[in-house]
């Protein structure tokens, strides 16, 4: 018997959130669990009460990887999947049934409805990028935990929004930045952090690319139904355009800026929500760079306060596999990638440390990372604060790549400094009836 | 983990400085683009398609100024383009685009109206209270929780009081909203050090029947806003029965202000249940500035188990040189599971002095101790090679044993040979597993590996014939030139045993440094067995490389021009298969008058010229009328 639970267009909007939540207010307590492997669900059975329940929203190629590495973990309880394609739902569903041997997974078309759900502790999001700032926060006001994908945000909005909503509401955000739990990108960023490579001068970050992933307006097709695939609900806070199915790969969609023109940003995003994230963990997570130059030479430099360059490099490089970084400095430098491997300026810097070479995956000591946060809520690595950072860095970055000039950013403001044009390329009104 | 974060006003700061922007706006647009804005607005006044028309708000949403305001709110009404001119109208500066949003709100109802709301609280125009006063009332539920959100948003005194009243007597999804608008408002005086305001509104949240969200949103700022005296209200939180509740408590101590919190969350580690404790205790120590020490290090030594573990991994963050004692009495605990944690910490135990405590306690260990306390050495690789070395000739063997394992941690290439000394002559046989495995631990974290592959090289002679073959295999693990023509000559050597096992390792060698060995070896190794397998290694390389496919051509030609057997000829025509190129076809053509492998070779062809015609290549000219 099938668990589809999709709402038909003409229902009145969602049931009420306020009677499910309101139940949850008298539930007792589970009881809690603690680091060690044991009681985190890594060893042996895990007694329900101490499952992390988690719903799936927009799994798709990348979204699917993620469920590859959340069924396998003892103490999670994977038991609903939200997609706008009808196709999908059932795709997903079936894998997750077949994990675990029953038909128990529920589907929904509209995710509102999945989180009504009280029973569901965290949420994974793999939308596509449109969505993953909106899906994150209305996640997050309805009490959910959440591991996100990258690029999470549009806009230097979203970005700031996002990191103040997850402090508000004392929810536990992991972005898809898997690096961040790898051994060899963080005893890299390791380095640069505690000063091993001396004061930093540069930081390298490889975007694959700077060009535009705006997708615009194509021509009109037939809209299929609702219920095959809800158009209205994959735009979601996107503006308005009519259906075309080549718009339906997420990959075709609106990426990171989403700006108009021929250097049209989201590039940056795409990869750059990954390196540029690293780099900002080389440099300790502090504030983004204040200064961003125009690009020149397949490079766009910026400034931290302090002087570091963080470098886009936007072709060639090292053989490292995709996602390298490289830090800089003055006494010595490092270089890692996607390859599991890292080169050092001196083998002194190992320190007679070896380094597991296990590639850019798998993803899932990040997964572990998140699942861990929600039962001590702990920040885990990808949090919103760094992941904020580390977008807008990015954004900034599109944002002088567009406008093709230098554009200053104040920290403290979060404003360009008189730069009315970049100012307003910060953010961008949500379709409606969507508010962050 | 240290993050800065954007600071608790950011989202204030950023809306406000939209407004800012209008006494900048039409003066600070340059006058091409104030040509561009003309060019843009006959766009809109034309009967241009609707994309056309939406790529033109988003230019303008960067270039328009007032003059496009009109133009852009006529759009507001049109389901498709209305999400466009909001795109413009919510960031062009001035009262004009307020003006034009407060007028829409007049005219449109449904979701162009929510949206046309949403906007308004975006811009946070306080000139649009009233109005949004009004539609809090609306039938719609929709629009009347997006002009709470909205009033929340804007934050100021009227807007708040809104709410405030709002909150008494709404109901349904929009109560949610009103809660959510209001909690705003509280963030804004909290962040504007107008706590005490902020602490009645988060109370009376608290206090309101609410989706626990709601509530856990507003005990959260009830806790901070009080500062100091928030104290109290975050150990009632860690005892509440809500789950939730107890978690926010977890996550609100960490970010809990000051340093009198720490007492008092060592205070209730004590009053916890174990389940609760072992938690708390995680967010005691994630406060490394003003932990209080003793009380986590207390719960490692003594109570329940499941805390003990917590603390005791807890400690890898905040113990230091103090801890070291108490953890290396828990490391010789008869619980294995606890003693394993706190070997764990022990490895990774911050704090100056500690290494150096380690060295000066071997010498006065006993027991069970020296063993631990050699592994710590070699688990913080600590340089005690001294003390290792004077392990060595131990009468107990666990401790020899750690002292081996400990030198592969830290011995450095001067003293590699200290190692290769146990392995090539061990003064125990007991010990000579481990003394292998300590020097390839050694020898493959080298940074030289080639004067680390000369110092194992020149141990092989004086190797017993047993011996010899060990070190080949640890030769193999360092890699590199020396070790690969140290193999190269074993494989020619006289001695069977070194032929062997040097032309296994060689024919498993994982980069294409080995292929004109393997080659040369396929026509020159002692034994036809040890040709073959030089010969398989090297196909092996040809098949598992990325090279340039030429290069892979010319080493399937080498490899079919010294094989003698069919089942190597025909593993090279797997690896043209395997790679589609234009030279690997020639190849294969070229093999087909090889007449034992004539017709694998025809099909390879034809396999290869497949695939590359449905790469688009023409094949014709090389395989004409196929």
């Known amino acids: ?436 | 983990m240290h993050t800065t974060r954007p600071c608790l006003r950011t989202f204030t700061l950023f809306i406000a400085s939209i407004a800012t922007l209008a006494i900048l706006s039409v003066a600070a647009v340059p006058i091409s683009a104030a040509e561009t804005e003309a060019e843009l607005l006959a766009v809109l006044r034309s009967d241009a398609p609707g994309g056309e028309k939406a790529i033109v708000c988003k230019k303008l949403a960067i270039h328009g100024s007032n003059s496009a305001v009109p133009e852009l709110a006529k759009l507001l009404s049109d389901p498709k383009l209305s999400s466009w001119a909001r795109i413009a109208l919510e960031v062009i500066p001035g009262d004009d685009a307020d003006e034009a949003l407060r007028l829409a709100t007049q005219t449109l109802d449904g979701r162009l109206l929510v949206g046309t709301i949403n906007s308004i609280g975006v811009r946070q125009d306080a000139g649009a209270v009233e109005i949004l006063a009004a539609r809090l009332q609306d039938n719609d539920p929709d629009v009347a929780s997006a002009a709470a959100v909205a009033l929340g948003r804007i934050g100021n005194d009227a807007a708040t009081q809104l709410l405030q009243q709002a909150l008494q007597i709404a109901s349904g999804d929009v109560r949610n909203a009103v809660a959510e608008g209001y909690l705003l408002c509280a963030e804004r005086l909290h962040g504007d050090d107008k706590s005490g305001a902020a602490t009645e509104i988060y109370d009376e949240i608290r206090e309101a029947e609410l989706p626990m969200q709601r509530i856990v949103e507003a005990t959260r700022g009830a806790i901070l806003s009080r500062n100091e005296d928030g104290i109290a209200l975050l150990m009632e939180t860690f005892r509440s029965d809500d789950k939730k509740l107890f978690q926010l408590a977890l996550g609100t101590a960490r970010e809990f202000p000051g340093g009198e919190v720490d007492q008092a969350l060592a205070e209730e580690l004590t009053r916890a249940t174990p389940q609760r404790a072992a938690l708390i205790v995680q967010a005691m120590a994630d406060r490394t500035d003003t932990v209080v020490l003793d009380a986590v290090l207390q719960a490692a030594q003594t109570g329940d188990k499941q805390v003990r573990g917590s603390a005791i991994d807890a400690l890898k963050r905040v113990g230091d040189i103090s801890v070291l004692s108490p953890l290396l009495t828990i490391a010789l605990d008869q619980d294995a599971e606890l003693a394993q944690a706190a070997k764990d910490t022990l490895a990774e135990l911050p704090g100056e002095g500690v290494d150096a405590k380690i060295v000066a306690m071997l010498p006065d260990a006993r027991g069970d101790s020296y063993p631990l306390l050699i592994d710590l050495v070699g688990s913080r690789r600590i340089d005690a090679v001294p003390d290792l070395v004077r392990a060595l000739d131990h009468s107990d063997p666990a401790v020899r044993g750690a002292a081996l394992i400990a030198l592969g941690e830290t011995v450095s290439l001067e003293k590699l040979s200290l190692l290769i000394e146990q392995v090539v002559a061990p003064k125990r046989a007991e010990d000579a597993a481990i003394a292998r495995q300590a020097l390839k631990s050694a020898s493959v974290r080298m940074p030289d590996r080639e004067a680390c592959a000369a110092e194992l090289a020149s141990a092989i002679g004086r190797a017993p014939a047993t011996t010899k073959t060990v070190l080949l295999e640890i030769l193999s693990d360092v890699g590199g030139t020396t070790a690969l023509q140290t193999l190269a000559t074993s494989a020619k050597s006289s001695d069977p045993e070194l032929q062997d096992t040097a032309s296994r390792l060689l024919g498993k060698w994982n980069n294409l440094d080995a292929a004109p060995v393997l080659l040369d070896l396929s026509t020159t190794a002692p034994a036809e067995k040890y040709q073959v397998r030089a010969l398989r290694g090297y196909i092996g390389l040809a098949r598992k490389f990325s090279m340039p496919e030429r290069n892979r051509a010319e080493m399937c030609k080498q490899a079919l021009e010294v094989a003698s057997r069919t089942d190597e000829q025909k593993l090279v025509l797997e690896v043209l298969k395997l790679h589609p190129s234009v030279a690997g076809l020639k190849l294969a053509i070229v093999a087909q008058a090889i007449p034992a492998i004539k017709a694998d070779a025809t099909a390879a062809a034809a396999d290869i010229a497949q695939q590359l015609r449905k790469k688009g290549v023409d094949v014709s000219r090389l395989m004409p009328g196929a």
């Open chain 1, 1 to 436: 018997m099938s668990n589809e639970q999709v709402k038909s267009p003409t229902q009145t909007p969602r049931r009420g959130f306020l009677k499910t939540a309101a139940a949850t207010a008298g539930a007792a307590i589970a009881a809690p669990t603690i680091i060690p492997s044991s009681a985190l669900g890594l060893d042996g059975a895990v007694a329900p009460s101490e499952r992390v329940v988690v719903g799936g929203i927009g799994i798709g190629r990348r979204g699917g990887y993620d469920l590859s590495c959340f069924l396998p973990q003892k103490d999670v309880q994977f038991v609903a999947v939200c997609d706008v394609k009808q196709k999908r739902r059932g795709e997903v569903k079936k894998i997750v049934d077949d994990h675990y041997g029953n038909q128990k997974c529920a589907t929904y078309r509209d995710f509102r409805d999945l989180l009504d759900r009280s029973d569901i502790d965290a949420v994974l999001i793999a939308t596509g990028p449109n969505w993953h700032s909106t899906a994150a926060m209305t996640a997050a006001k309805a009490g959910k935990d959440m591991y996100c994908e990258k690029p999470v945000t549009k806009n230097i909005a979203q970005s700031l929004i996002l990191a103040e909503t997850m402090r508000r509401t004392g929810r536990v955000f992991q972005a898809g930045t898997q690096r961040r739990n790898l051994p060899h990108f963080a005893f890299a960023c390791e380095l640069a952090r505690t000063g091993k490579l001396g004061k930093l001068t540069k930081v390298y970050a490889h975007p694959m690319g700077m060009k535009a992933l705006m997708s615009g307006w194509l021509g009109p097709e037939p809209e299929p139904d609702p219920e095959v695939v809800d158009w209205d609900m994959y735009l979601g806070p996107a503006a308005w355009r009519p259906f075309n199915k080549k718009l339906l790969d997420g990959f075709n969609f609106e990426k990171g800026g989403g700006f108009v023109g021929a250097f049209s940003g989201g590039g940056v995003l795409e990869w750059g929500s990954h390196c540029v994230d690293l780099c900002q963990w080389a440099v300790d997570d502090c504030p983004p760079p204040v200064q961003y130059d125009p690009p020149k030479d397949g490079e766009l430099v910026a400034r931290y306060e302090n002087g570091t360059e963080l470098i886009f490099r936007e072709k060639g490089w090292i053989p490292l596999g995709s996602c390298p970084v490289r830090f800089e400095g003055e006494t010595g430098w490092v270089e890692a990638g996607d390859s599991g491997k890292m080169v050092l300026s001196s083998p002194e810097l190992l320190a007679g440390r070896e380094v597991a070479e296990i590639g850019g995956y798998p993803a899932t000591f990040h997964v572990r990372d998140f699942l861990d946060c929600v039962k001590t809520r702990r920040q885990p690595k990808g949090n919103a604060d760094a992941a904020c950072n580390a977008h807008i860095a990015c954004h900034a970055a599109n944002i002088a790549l567009y406008l093709d000039r230098q554009v200053n950013y104040d920290n403290s403001t979060h404003e360009f400094i008189n730069d009315e044009q970049a100012n307003r390329m910060r953010s961008e009104a949500l379709r409606e009836p969507w508010r962050l």
